[in-house]
């Protein structure tokens, strides 16, 4: 059964702290997402990677960092927590080719930064 | 600003019926359209896809509309279920972007 594996459903922080949100897929996609999920914004994409070390900004990047040092691993990093970072964070991934096509997503990450 | 927009945010419906869910996206460019559901404390799960040079697509209970004038897109399910009771985002993409534009999702309920 293919999988995208987030390793934390549910995190809480303080103001400050460093994060780290992990993402595993075992579908040997070349792309991979971080998405966060907020009432009434719906999906938001924060950074994007198409191949191994390689990353591109999505629509709020700020106060994010992302790593992708193998094909199938790739990190969120919030360097320094805030509360508005408060979040559902979606992890996905996907083949390349003409349509950007179907995203299989993760179960969620539930972030809480007190 | 969101370049797709589900105006709805709830839908509620009675079981048997049919629960029509809306879209409006406003970049021309976007020529792939994707339906997503999600459950609570679940991902979302890919539903149903449409292509630009498809006016309908259907799978089952589910049936995707696209009006490319209007830049409108719909997805009847026929008829609804209690388990189709969830979170429905609409999703589109451009030619060679590797990205999904999201909506802001409908909840639909479906009412026995």
């Known amino acids: 059964d293919v999988k995208v594996t987030q390793s934390s459903r549910y995190l809480v922080k303080r103001t400050g702290e460093k994060v780290f949100l992990e993402c595993v897929q075992d579908m040997d996609h070349e792309n991979m997402f971080w998405y966060r999920q907020d009432p009434g914004l719906g999906l938001r994409l924060i950074y994007f990677s198409y191949d191994v070390k390689m990353k591109e900004k999505g629509d709020i990047p700020e106060g994010y960092s992302v790593s992708r040092e193998k094909k199938e691993r790739f990190s969120l990093i919030l360097e320094s927590a805030s509360t508005n970072q408060t979040s559902m964070y979606l992890c996905?991934?996907?083949?390349?080719?003409?349509?950007?096509?179907?995203?299989?997503f993760g179960e969620g990450s539930r972030l809480t930064v007190l | 600003d969101q370049q797709v927009k589900q105006n709805s945010p709830s839908l509620s419906v009675q079981e048997g019926r049919i629960s029509i869910l809306n879209c409006d996206y406003t970049n021309s460019m976007f020529d792939y359209f994707l339906w997503y559901k999600k459950y609570p404390a679940e991902g979302p799960t890919f539903l149903i896809s449409i292509s630009s040079i498809k006016d309908k697509n259907e799978d089952g209970r589910f049936t995707v509309f696209l009006n490319k004038s209007a830049k409108h897109l719909s997805l009847h399910i026929v008829p609804s279920q209690p388990g189709d009771s969830a979170v429905y985002f609409c999703a589109a993409s451009a030619p060679y972007d590797y990205k999904l534009s999201f909506g802001a999702g409908t909840t639909v309920t479906v009412r026995a």
């Open positions: 996905a991934s996907s083949t390349s080719g003409r349509y950007t096509g179907e995203l299989f």
